[in-house]
């Protein structure tokens, strides 16, 4: 057992993985507003769907702000309750707006001592129908002061994303644990160039086999997720998909090369070359073609990745967990393929 201790590990963190990844809420958010298209010079009653949400269950007034920027907003002028994810919230919209741009996008903000403070970023569009004079309504600015926090440990509300940010305990997870696979599976393909040891082949197609593995499982999750979020399972618009699909069918062919050859020495010395060729031509297509072009993925295109729009640190306490729970038991299962190997070996000695 002191030996396995490992495996065990790696067993443990994604029990934790899944339990806290499903389990854990996500913060308090605004779904939805409606109507979006706003005039100014009009008086309108915003229909607004919170998430999670306890609209009726607070102590303090619910307060509500229409912000256009850092330094401009206004506030509300009449708040009703329906329950507790729903509200409608008035605003009088001035004339004349602190910009010169016929439209204007304008974020919802709402906050209360349940929730904690709401944005739903850039939703809200303000379009000036009226020719202001100098003499016209000026605007009347209410700065968004004494936001509340919410407590608990809960995961972000992102738009879009909602529910399917769980997704990133698995999905990343699993092409993180697939990228230290192949890197060990490489590793033992220069081993074998350079002794020439049957153990280190068939460790290397044991790690290949299992990364490969991982890789499809990443594809399949990234998938569904790609179903929820952008409304299709796969685009071909989207450059990342494409890349990670040939660089898995690069791989697909290590096993078919393997199996296409009866000596052995041959055709572990060629897969060896093959599978370092593989890993070679895996880091532009994954990590270098995505990144010069636009990509809806995050880290491509100039998006950033793993970064406070992507990560908070309630998601890093199972994120950074998942990686290695992944890995670990990637390395016990490349194990368990390397004793077939062996095995079969064996018998065929016989």
């Known amino acids: ?65 229409i912000k256009l920027d850092n330094e401009h907003a206004i506030s509300a002028t009449k708040i009703e309750l329906v329950n507790d994810t729903k509200a409608h919230v ?13 439209v204007t996008d304008a974020s919802l903000v709402i906050d209360n001592d349940q929730d904690g403070a709401m944005v739903l970023p850039s939703k809200l569009t303000i379009k000036k129908t009226i020719d202001v004079n100098p003499n016209a309504e000026g605007w009347t600015n209410a700065p968004i002061t004494d936001l509340n926090r919410k407590t608990g440990f809960s995961f972000p509300f992102r738009g879009i994303l909602y529910e399917t940010i769980r997704n990133t305990y698995f999905h990343v997870c699993l092409w993180f644990a697939m990228i230290i ?11 074998y160039l350079r002794n020439f040891r049957m153990e280190d082949d068939q460790k290397s197609m044991s790690f290949t086999m299992v990364g490969t593995l ?26 990342k998909l494409n890349m990670t699909a040939i660089a898995l069918l690069i791989y697909l062919a290590y096993f078919v090369l393997r199996s296409s050859f009866d000596d052995y020495e041959k055709r572990a010395r060629i897969a060896a070359v093959y599978n370092i060729f593989a890993f070679a031509a895996l880091i532009p297509l994954i990590f270098v073609i995505p990144r010069l072009t636009d990509s809806l993925h995050p880290g491509n295109g100039g998006n950033p990745a793993m970064g406070g729009e992507d990560l908070d640190n309630t998601m890093r306490m199972v994120f950074y967990p998942a990686i290695i729970g992944w890995t670990l038991v990637g390395v016990w299962i490349s194990q368990i393929v390397f004793r077939i190997q062996r095995l079969k070996e064996k018998i065929m000695e016989f």
């Open 90 to 102: 008035s605003f009088n919209i001035p004339s004349n707006l602190p910009t010169e741009d016929k």
């Open 214 to 239: 991982f890789g499809m499982l990443g594809i399949i999750t990234g998938s569904i997720w790609a179903k929820d979020t952008w409304g299709t399972y796969w685009t071909w618009e989207e450059v």
């Open 1 to 65: 057992m002191r030996k396995n201790w490992w495996k065990a590990l790696g067993v443990v963190i994604l029990i934790y993985t899944y339990t806290a990844g499903l389990l854990i809420p996500l913060k308090p958010g605004i779904l939805s507003v409606n109507p979006s298209n706003l005039n100014s010079g009009e008086e309108v009653t915003l229909t607004v769907i919170g998430y999670n949400t306890f609209f009726t269950k607070t102590e303090s007034e619910l307060r509500a702000w």
């Open 181 to 191: 696979l192949l890197i060990t599976s490489v590793v033992h393909s220069f081993k």
